[in-house]
């Protein structure tokens, strides 16, 4: 137990399907963790009383009270103002299409101090500071999951431009190639992205591919094809599966060289729920197909899979506080 809980501090990963929250050192040393399901009707307001309650789980855990938290910080999806702690545009997060004062609203409830940042960048913070990316000074994370978001480090700082860079996922690897979520053509994600990759895999069905991926989903009661889901699929041989992870992973090697080329990082992070699933199982066809396209690639950026697990976008956003 730390003197007075004072130097403990809270971090929140606000998901669409679930909300981690943990209490934590500085350093990352966990003291307790909790997790709930992210609402799924309702509000901003009532994610955010979801958000608190997983939080006080975690400090009933770790032995100390919100209030005594040295503050709380948080990663959220849509666009998050480390300013004003608004967000806005959460679209994943229900009735969130607008604006909502999450940082105050938590503060209140919480009697903590709340920085809220944006969920990719403080994941990518925490490999960073704490994980797969601690002995590097550059890095681009690169979060693979139902989109493919990314971060950015530059010279041990965060480099958010004017706010929203970071997004690899959209960086164009076929000129008007396959649609991507966002509406245009030929982005990375249209190609590797879980959601667009269960699309094309429907669609290729629906022409007469044979697959099991759709038996499997139904028979392990899930909505949509999981990172699980594929990971079954690919254990089995199932030939189309086998040929959409191909394709994505060329997709995820052209547009990540072609950043490197830009920004000449020391590392990579390979992260979200499909990179970390399969970020070591395809780490060397990954390799492979940035080695095509990388410019100088007698001497490639440190390619490897986030370290910090499950916990990672929470622990993460604790490292706002105090910041
Ligand atoms: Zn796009």
Same mark, same amino acid.
């Given at each position: 137990?730390?003197?007075?809980?004072?130097? +403990?501090?809270?971090? $929140?990963?606000?998901?669409?399907?679930?909300?981690?929250?943990?209490?934590?050192?500085?350093?990352?040393?966990?003291?307790?963790?909790?997790?709930?399901?992210?609402?799924?009707?309702?509000?901003?307001?009532?994610?955010?009383?979801?958000?608190?309650?997983?939080?006080?789980?975690?400090?009933?855990?770790?032995?100390?009270?919100?209030?005594?938290?040295?503050?709380?910080?948080?990663?959220s999806?849509?666009?998050?103002?480390? &300013?004003?702690? $608004?967000?806005? #545009?959460?679209?994943?997060?229900?009735?969130?299409?607008?604006?909502?004062?999450?940082g105050?609203?938590?503060?209140?409830?919480?009697?903590?101090?709340?920085?809220?940042?944006?969920?990719?960048? !403080?994941? %990518?913070?925490?490999?960073?500071? +704490?994980?797969?990316?601690?002995?590097?000074?550059?890095?681009?994370? !690169?979060?693979?999951?139902?989109?493919?978001?990314?971060?950015?480090?530059?010279?041990?700082?965060?480099?958010?431009?004017?706010?929203?860079?970071?997004?690899?996922?959209h960086?164009?690897?076929?000129?008007?190639?396959?649609?991507c979520?966002?509406?245009?053509?030929?982005?990375?994600?249209?190609?590797?992205?879980?959601?667009?990759?269960?699309?094309?895999?429907?669609?290729?069905?629906?022409?007469?591919?044979?697959?099991?991926?759709?038996? +499997?989903?139904? *028979?392990?009661?899930?909505?949509?094809?999981?990172?699980?889901?594929?990971?079954?699929?690919?254990?089995?041989?199932?030939?189309?599966?086998? *040929? +959409? $992870?191909?394709?994505?992973?060329? &997709?995820?090697?052209?547009?990540?060289?072609?950043?490197?080329?830009?920004?000449?990082?020391?590392?990579? !992070?390979?992260?979200?729920g499909?990179?970390?699933?399969?970020?070591?199982?395809?780490?060397?066809?990954? *390799?492979?197909?940035?080695? *095509?396209?990388?410019?100088?690639?007698?001497?490639?950026?440190?390619?490897? %899979?986030?370290?910090? #697990?499950?916990?990672?976008g929470?622990?993460?956003?604790?490292?706002?506080? #105090?910041?």
């Open positions: 137990m730390a003197s007075g809980g004072d130097r +403990l501090r809270g971090g $929140i990963d606000l998901g669409g399907t679930k909300i981690q929250t943990v209490v934590v050192e500085a350093d990352g040393t966990l003291h307790g963790e909790a997790r709930q399901p992210t609402p799924t009707s309702g509000g901003p307001a009532d994610v955010a009383r979801a958000m608190e309650d997983a939080l006080r789980e975690a400090a009933t855990a770790a032995e100390v009270r919100p209030e005594e938290l040295a503050g709380v910080g948080v990663g999806p849509g666009d998050a103002d480390g &300013a004003t702690g $608004i967000v806005s #545009g959460a679209r994943n997060l229900p009735g969130w299409e607008g604006s909502f004062p999450l105050e609203a938590l503060a209140k409830a919480l009697g903590a101090e709340v920085r809220v940042g944006n969920d990719v960048q !403080v994941a %990518v913070e925490g490999e960073y500071a +704490l994980g797969a990316g601690k002995q590097h000074d550059s890095l681009l994370g !690169v979060w693979w999951g139902t989109g493919v978001g990314g971060g950015i480090i530059l010279g041990g700082k965060p480099w958010l431009g004017r706010g929203a860079a970071g997004e690899i996922g960086i164009v690897v076929e000129r008007d190639g396959a649609r979520p966002c509406g245009r053509r030929g982005c990375m994600e249209a190609y590797a992205g879980r959601a667009a990759m269960e699309g094309e895999a429907r669609h290729r069905q629906e022409k007469g591919h044979k697959t099991d991926l759709f038996k +499997l989903m139904e *028979k392990h009661g899930k909505p949509r094809l999981t990172s699980g889901i594929w990971e079954r699929a690919l254990d089995h041989g199932d030939d189309l599966a086998g *040929k +959409l $992870i191909e394709r994505a992973i060329e &997709a995820l090697g052209t547009g990540v060289a072609s950043a490197c080329n830009v920004l000449d990082v020391e590392a990579v !992070v390979i992260g979200g499909l990179g970390v699933r399969f970020g070591d199982r395809y780490m060397d066809a990954l *390799k492979a197909e940035m080695d *095509k396209h990388l410019f100088v690639n007698e001497r490639p950026p440190a390619v490897r %899979v986030a370290s910090l #697990g499950d916990l990672g929470a622990i993460g956003a604790s490292l706002l506080v #105090g910041r």
